[in-house]
């Protein structure tokens, strides 16, 4: 399984690494030129509710058409996700015990789920996913604080490099559900 693992890595590059960084510009840009929608965090937090939705309808209805133990994974960690989003009491816990519990479980299923890893469009796009959050993070946590302007900008940048990992989200869910069922690589749930 780890050899897997590494062959399946072996195949990223370094663009997946950009889709953060260009958010990120096109704020500073955003912030010179004027366009205050593009800094507005009320724009950004609708923006991630509705996009983190579609995720979650996404997974759902993927599921019940075409069954499959990805998108069981993949709706757990999203409704989570999107249940963040509203800002419910208590999510702020759980979406770190989905974050340790999502990988942990990807792992355990490996070779029932691992199919869709093999995919370089989709690993490609979900890799992007996943630092392009982890880059939002950072940047909500002030690790960047020591660069000029990032006092005023921060918010913004977050919620922005934010909403750029959940349009990325449902590019990568939209790969892996096409792939899925156009290769009828859906493996049913035993009763």
């Not at 993949?74 to 009491?89: D, G, K």
């Not at 208590?90 to 770190?96: E, K, L, M």
């Not at 939002?136 to 946590?141: D, E, F, G, T």
Request: charged content about 15%.
């Amino acid at each position: 399984m780890i050899k897997r693992l590494k062959q399946i890595l072996s195949s990223l590059n370094g663009w997946h690494f950009l889709p953060g960084p260009v958010t990120v510009l096109l704020i500073v840009f955003a912030d010179a030129v004027g366009w205050d929608f593009l800094l507005s965090k009320s724009f950004h937090e609708y923006l991630a509710l509705l996009l983190t939705g579609i995720a979650v309808l996404l997974c759902i209805a993927h599921y019940k058409i075409h069954g499959g133990y990805l998108f069981i994974i993949l709706t757990f960690f999203t409704v989570n996700l999107f249940c963040r989003e509203i800002h419910f009491s208590g999510t702020d816990i759980t979406i770190y015990l989905a974050l340790f519990i999502t990988p942990v479980w990807a792992w355990l299923w490996l070779d029932r789920i691992g199919e869709v890893f093999e995919d370089k469009p989709f690993l490609s796009i979900f890799t992007a996913t996943l630092f392009t959050y982890f880059l939002s993070q950072l940047i909500a946590r002030r690790v960047f604080r020591g660069i000029p302007g990032e006092d005023i900008l921060h918010v913004p940048l977050e919620e922005a490099v934010e909403t750029t990992a959940h349009i990325l989200l449902i590019i990568s869910y939209s790969i892996a559900s096409w792939k899925l069922s156009t290769n009828g690589a859906n493996k049913e749930i035993e009763n």
